[in-house]
């Protein structure tokens, strides 16, 4: 799953916040271990000898304040052998260390070599069979293995799942369907086979519990009315065997019923907001259309007071969207603890597995979901945020446009930034443009469901005034005179013509031409790169995306290849990833530049992907970036040169002579790939991702970035002098600019 820092902040996302206390959880049960309330199916955990439960993984669920996973456990062909225990051994140690207790669930997943019609063979006589002493004897080696770790088991089968009415077909009706009198014969013989084998105390010794199959009672939005508690009526009726149970030797205690917990497994409107009504309905009492009463009035009309562990619940965001499944986890968390008989609710699930779903608190390359906060905030477990910063630039000339990363810890759900010169704001990573020059002091409030924290940097900006900037007499002030020379140019805004006496010509920094077109042929790649190049050896800063772990410009220094001034032949500096943007880069330039051409090499390796980037520049005066050209592609799909090496490079210059952006203080890429055959921006060749076609683990059939060049414009044009941010026109904005600077003669 794809890395990232819940802890850091919380995205701009508003969580509502559940205070009540936590229901007690004991039932009074003897031996009975209660979980915490709020829990997760933790997906798959396995696939294949692949561990897809990893510690990290656990990690990351127990970040949210989750204490409570279900895993499933999955056999294999050659059985329960040492191989296929030692992968379960780590699985168990990834959530214990993680401090997460574990239901367990033994499904028809955990008994290979049986088919639907051996489970159900004699269903309509003793309900006895090979599979049912298989089930048992697997559930006892299993639970006798982790019942140190482990306390909770449940005896799944998905029993009311089938495809055609199981009359017309008893044997195979098909999805996982069993008949009650089976599946009560399950339930028996594992609980026997425990005390059989482990002794009359073995579930007490061990504080060891069994949960009935959480399927044994399930709805989806009464699209089967009933069918659920009907399935739970059926299997209580089976009273020659809960007799024979309650007077077994091999049940000590006479007990009616062998599990500890009733599991109960619901989807209730699948598509809209959660219906109250209809879950208290299914819990409580006989609604119209169902055959039978709530599955707690089941319960107890058949004399069974177990406490109801609710096995799964959830919604898609496909079906509803991000944030009305966030309220719909909140609502029903809030409802399950006025029932003092339900102990716990299982959310299904953490993360979707899917790299296109949705459905989980992360999506399916991991990121956290609005669901994910509200889940968190039902832990009740919160650490107070601790507030930190950076900020890139922290000096400059005017106007100093500088980006702001909150880079703290904890759970963040409201920032409020102070820059010092007067101005706030409430964004996570805001950007701010300082106007005056000055010594300004930054602060950061930060408040979470923790509490709040607060940073301040004394003196953290530095902002100086460059010289000759508003001073348009050039007499070494800038005062009323320049004001008025101001006036006197003043032209409006998108006015390109210059007034008389306004000429200045300039050989560094002039007015922006913005026709500029790609070249598609040019000399090989090693004879590409010129003497001038305005990035030599700068590096640049990160501003969106990140370097790929699996790529070589994720080490230190990648970022110094891409401008290097040298080509090579081996890779140097890389794509980030396949997303949009993927990798980010700002390069700033101490004084304000003009641009004749762009170049950019890159290298691919067998064309089944290629590479797009945008490159964007701010002017002197600009808070904002300006777009100098769109979804620029290289590789062999694209308008690109193969030189010798076998990589290609595309350039951005101007169809005339001049620049093709002056007054250009900073320049930014932005570079992305997207699959060649379906255009999503998603990586199908690299192990790390959820989409690997290829099970290696570098994406090296990506595009890979080699070398940017940025060559000076070398000619001079004329220019208004009152054109102080350089986009070809005076305008209010310039007067923004000259205001703060206007300090009177001699000063």
């Not at 009540?20 to 294949?48: D, E, K, R, Y």
């Not at 697997?138 to 006798?144: E, H, M």
């Amino acid at each position: 799953m794809r890395s990232h820092q819940r802890s850091i902040s919380k995205r701009g996302i508003v969580i509502r916040l559940f205070t009540a206390s936590v229901l007690a959880l004991s039932a009074g049960i003897a031996g009975a271990n209660p979980p915490p309330f709020v829990g997760v199916n933790a997906g798959a955990p396995i696939s294949g000898t692949n561990i897809l439960f990893t510690n990290a993984l656990a990690a990351d669920i127990a970040s949210s304040g989750c204490r409570f996973v279900r895993i499933n456990f999955i056999g294999a062909a050659s059985g329960w052998d040492a191989s296929r225990l030692a992968l379960y051994d780590q699985i168990i140690a990834n959530a214990v260390n993680n401090n997460l207790e574990v239901l367990a669930i033994f499904s028809n997943e955990t008994v290979w070599g049986y088919s639907q019609a051996q489970w159900n063979e004699n269903y309509n006589t003793t309900g006895l069979n090979a599979y049912t002493t298989a089930y048992a004897q697997t559930a006892y080696l299993l639970i006798d293995r982790y019942k140190d770790d482990v306390k909770l088991y449940e005896l799944w089968n998905e029993p009311s799942c089938w495809g055609v009415d199981p009359n017309t077909n008893p044997l195979n009706p098909g999805c996982s369907y069993i008949w009650p009198r089976i599946f009560a014969n399950l339930m028996a013989e594992t609980y026997k086979a425990c005390i059989d084998q482990g002794g009359p105390t073995f579930f007490s010794d061990n504080n060891v519990s069994l949960v009935s199959g959480g399927l044994f009672a399930h709805d989806i939005g009464g699209t089967n009315p009933g069918s659920a508690t009907a399935y739970a009526h059926d299997t209580y009726n089976q009273t020659d065997i809960w007799n024979a149970f309650a007077s077994s030797p091999l049940n000590p205690t006479g007990r009616q019923y062998p599990w500890d917990y009733f599991g109960y497994h619901f989807y209730l409107n699948g598509g809209q907001a959660v219906s109250l009504t209809e879950l208290n309905a299914y819990f409580n009492q006989n609604a119209s259309g169902h055959s039978n009463d709530g599955i707690r009035r089941e319960q107890t009309n058949h004399g069974d007071t177990s406490p109801i562990l609710v096995t799964e619940f959830g919604w898609t965001t496909e079906g509803v969207g991000d944030q009305l499944k966030a309220d719909n986890l909140r609502d029903t968390y809030n409802w399950l603890r006025t029932q003092s008989f339900v102990t716990s609710g299982m959310w299904y699930q953490y993360n979707s597995g899917d790299p296109n779903g949705n459905w989980g608190l992360t999506n399916g390359i991991g990121n956290y979901q609005a669901a994910w906060y509200e889940f968190a905030a039902q832990t009740g477990v919160f650490s107070p945020p601790i507030a930190d910063f950076s900020a890139s630039p922290t000096s400059g000339s005017t106007p100093l446009q500088v980006t702001f990363a909150s880079t703290g810890s904890g759970i963040v759900d409201e920032w409020h930034w102070d820059f010092g010169d007067g101005n706030t704001s409430g964004l996570e990573n805001p950007v701010h443009t300082y106007v005056a020059g000055g010594s300004y002091t930054v602060s950061l409030d930060v408040t979470g469901p923790g509490g709040n924290d607060s940073e301040t940097k004394p003196a953290y900006i530095t902002v100086t005034t460059p010289l000759g900037l508003g001073d348009l007499d050039e007499d070494g002030d800038v005062d009323l005179k320049d004001f008025a020379i101001y006036t006197t140019c003043y032209t409006g805004p998108g006015n390109t013509a210059i007034p008389n006496g306004c000429e200045k010509a300039l050989s560094t920094v002039v007015a922006p031409v913005v026709s500029y077109e790609l070249a598609a042929s040019f000399a090989g790649l090693s004879q590409s790169i010129a003497s001038g190049d305005l990035l030599e050896g700068a590096i640049g800063t990160v501003e969106a995306g990140g370097f790929h772990a699996a790529t070589p410009g994720g080490v230190a220094g990648g970022l110094q290849d891409l401008t290097d001034g040298e080509e090579g032949a081996d890779v140097e500096a890389v794509l980030a990833d396949f997303s949009r943007p993927s990798l980010q880069v700002v390069y700033n330039f101490g004084s304000p530049i003009a641009i004749e051409r762009i170049r950019v090499f890159c290298r691919n390796i067998d064309g089944r992907v290629f590479q797009n980037y945008d490159v964007a520049y701010s002017q002197v005066g600009s808070a904002t970036y300006d777009t100098l050209v769109d979804n620029v592609t290289t590789g062999p799909f694209g308008q690109a040169n193969t030189g010798a090496l076998g990589g290609s490079f595309t350039e951005i210059a101007g169809n005339q002579p001049g620049p093709i952006a002056a007054n250009v203080d900073a320049l930014r890429f932005t570079f992305y790939c997207v699959s060649q055959t379906s255009g999503e921006f998603r990586d199908e060749y690299d192990a790390f991702e959820p989409g690997d076609t290829d099970g290696l683990d570098q994406a090296i059939q990506a595009s890979i970035i080699k070398e940017i060049d940025v060559f000076p414009f070398a000619g001079s044009v004329t220019v208004n002098l009152a054109d102080l941010d350089g986009d070809g026109d005076a305008d209010t904005d310039d007067l923004a600019i000259f205001d703060p600077l206007l300090t009177g003669p001699t000063q």
